[in-house]
């Protein structure tokens, strides 16, 4: 099993250490999924930023979310999360508004369409994720997730 992202990169010399393996690895797994995800919502016009914050504000519906506090969710980091929210706001997917009791606060609510929208994805989304990952068992599932999460604490 050893030496396959070696191959797929067309790599002749070993790599320099097995984190530097391991990182890259990651990064290329990564990648993958992430362009299962693209094309999977190319035909709907989302970006999978944009639909990650359709799903965080689905999951905080009906108050909606500081729009930093949506920033902060984000899977992936994205520095420009208003023109993300823009974009949205634009097509009718989310609507802004002040808080009344701060005004300095901007919370983001999905609207109807959006809902709409995002519940429609559910569907292909779990399927394309089944196709990507349905080769696994649970348990090495449940295993890669620990080692994830295990990978990102630095513990």
């Not at 009344?100 to 292909?124: F, M």
Request: glycine share 6%; charged share 30%.
């Amino acid at each position: 099993m050893s030496g396959n992202l070696q191959k797929e990169l067309k790599q002749r010399k070993p790599f320099s250490s097995l984190e530097h393996e391991v990182v890259l690895n990651i990064m290329r797994t990564a990648g993958a999924m992430r362009q299962g995800t693209t094309e999977a919502l190319k035909p709907y016009d989302l970006t999978p930023p944009q639909f990650n914050v359709l799903r965080i504000l689905r999951g905080a519906e009906p108050e909606g979310l500081p729009c930093s506090d949506v920033g902060d969710r984000l899977v992936s980091k994205d520095p420009d999360v208003t023109r993300l929210l823009d974009r949205l706001e634009k097509r009718g997917l989310i609507e802004r508004g002040r808080s009344a009791t701060d005004r300095r606060v901007v919370t983001a609510t999905i609207t109807t369409k959006g809902i709409d929208l995002v519940n429609e994805l559910d569907a292909p989304i779990t399927e394309l994720h089944a196709s990507q990952l349905g080769h696994m068992k649970k348990k090495e599932l449940k295993k890669l997730v620990t080692l994830l999460e295990k990978a990102r604490s630095q513990e």
